[in-house]
T-cell receptor
Framework: DAKTTQPPSMDCAEGRAANLPCNHSTISGNEYVYWYRQIHSQGPQYIIHGLKNNETNEMASLIITEDRKSSTLILPHATLRDTAVYYCIVSTTNFGNEKLTFGTGTRLTIIP | NAGVTQTPKFRVLKTGQSMTLLCAQDMNHEYMYWYRQDPGMGLRLIHYSVGEGTTAKGEVPDGYNVSRLKKQNFLLGLESAAPSQTSVYFC??????????????FGPGTRLTVL
């Protein structure tokens, strides 16, 4: 699986958009980009994933560059409850190979 | 619908003792996983299962054994606990048969301390 690089920490003002970058320059054609977050000491929570097209759901938007070497997770209106560690993960979804490799992620702090 | 539950929530062991962590899911998922998370680190995969009766090694399997006798349960065993196994253990499950992608659902974790 391709490795990812994320900034260790970021701050964002409450109500503003939080933009979390991720580099995955060695991503291969069949690998998806997943985002999970971990609030305090809870189990990680799935946010969104994508292959090559931009994706949006009720939680966030995922923007993937055309060359797929980087992506940005966007939380459109950050709240204090969005304070968490955010993990960018690259993985295939082949049957029987459903393994996610978590790095150290980005610690996002929402400032009141 | 409880999702993924883990038993116990906390445990303190002495070096050399054994214990079993239980993970249960009620979503009829095919895949189940055990991870460990050390302070300031990301999660690391210990073992996983792609179906009832199957298990496979992950990134850090040494010192652990697992069993998946029932589809809804995944057990993690420590035969002879060591201080290096002090960690928070997370269980996860994923993939409903016929599904198209691998969203993993995580349990609340078990905090284990080995003295």
């Amino acid at each position: 699986d391709a490795k990812t690089t994320q900034p260790p920490s970021m701050d964002c003002a409450e109500g503003r958009a939080a933009n979390l970058p991720c580099n995955h320059s060695t991503i291969s054609g069949n690998e998806y980009v997943y985002w999970y977050r971990q609030i305090h000491s809870q189990g990680p929570q799935y946010i969104i994933h994508g292959l090559k097209n931009n994706e949006t759901n009720e939680m966030a938007s995922l923007i993937i560059t055309e060359d797929r070497k980087s992506s940005t997770l966007i939380l459109p209106h950050a709240t204090l409850r969005d304070t968490a560690v955010y993990y960018c993960i690259v993985s295939t979804t082949n049957f029987g190979n459903e393994k996610l490799t978590f790095g150290t992620g980005t610690r996002l702090t929402i400032i009141p | 619908n409880a999702g993924v539950t883990q038993t116990p929530k906390f445990r303190v062991l002495k070096t050399g003792q054994s214990m079993t962590l239980l993970c249960a899911q009620d979503m009829n998922h095919e895949y189940m996983y055990w991870y460990r998370q050390d302070p300031g680190m990301g999660l690391r995969l210990i073992h996983y299962s792609v179906g009832e009766g199957t298990t496979a090694k992950g990134e850090v399997p040494d010192g652990y054994n697992v069993s998946r006798l029932k589809k809804q349960n995944f057990l993690l065993g420590l035969e002879s606990a060591a201080p290096s196994q002090t960690s928070v253990y997370f269980c996860a499950s994923s993939w409903l048969a016929g599904g198209t992608y691998n969203e993993q659902f995580f349990g609340p974790g078990t905090r284990l301390t080995v003295l």
